[in-house]
C-alpha cells in the first residue's frame, strides 16, 4: 500500500514537472537564434528528464541526459573545427543507443533512441530551419513512446511541439508572403 503511495505521489510529481518541461520545450522552435534555441533545449532536457525519471521510464530518463550533455557540449563547441564537432556528433548518437538498450523495458524503449540520433544531428548541424523540421520525426517517435509510457503531458509535449514547428513556418511563410509583395 505504501509502496502503491509511493509509486502515485511520484507520477504525479513528474507530470507537474511535465507541465513545466512543456512550456520550456514550446518555447525552443520558436527561437531564431542557435545558441537560445541550445540553451532552451538544454533546460528542456533537464526537465524532462526528471519527469521521466519519476515516471520510472528510464529510457526517456537515459536519452535526456545525453541530450543535457549533448546541448551542453554543442553550446561550448560551436566555434571548435569541424573534425572536432562531427566527433561529438557521433559520440552523442552512439551514446544514444547504447543507454536505450540498457534501459530499456521493451521495444518501444528504442524510440528515445531514435529520436536522440535524429536530434543528434538536429541539434549539431547550425542551419535553426533543419533542427526545426527535424522536430517533426522526433516528435513522431516521442508521442509514440509517451503513449505506451503513459505520460500525459509527454503526449501534451509532442503535439505542442508539432504545432510550435507549424506555427514557425507559418509566420515564415506569411512574413515571406509580405516581403515578396511589397
Known amino acids: 500500500m505504501q509502496t502503491l503511495l509511493i509509486l502515485e505521489s511520484m507520477k504525479l510529481t513528474g507530470e507537474i514537472i511535465g507541465c513545466i518541461a512543456v512550456l520550456i520545450n514550446f518555447l525552443i522552435y520558436q ?33 535526456c541526459a545525453i541530450g543535457f550533455l549533448r546541448e551542453l557540449t554543442f553550446i561550448f563547441t560551436d566555434e571548435k573545427k569541424q573534425s572536432k564537432r562531427l566527433l ?6 552512439i ?24 536530434a543528434v544531428f538536429s541539434y549539431w548541424q547550425k542551419n535553426t ?26 503526449i501534451v509535449n509532442e503535439t505542442l511541439t508539432l504545432i510550435s514547428i507549424a506555427i514557425f513556418f507559418i509566420l515564415q511563410t506569411l512574413k515571406n508572403k509580405k516581403n515578396n509583395a511589397l
Request: proline share 2%; glycine share 6%.
Open 31 to 63: 527561437q531564431k537564434d542557435r545558441k537560445n534555441l541550445l540553451k532552451t533545449k538544454l533546460l528542456s532536457d533537464f526537465s524532462w528528464g526528471l519527469h521521466y525519471g519519476l515516471l520510472t521510464a528510464f529510457s526517456g530518463m537515459a536519452v
Open 95 to 118: 551514446s544514444s543507443i547504447i543507454i536505450s538498450a540498457f534501459t530499456m523495458k521493451d521495444l518501444f524503449g528504442l524510440l528515445p533512441a531514435v529520436a536522440s540520433v535524429i
Open 129 to 154: 530551419v533543419v533542427t526545426k523540421l527535424l522536430g517533426v520525426p522526433i516528435s513522431a517517435c516521442m508521442i509514440t513512446y509517451d503513449i505506451m509510457r503513459f505520460s500525459i503531458m509527454g
Open 88 to 93: 561529438f556528433l557521433i559520440v552523442f548518437a
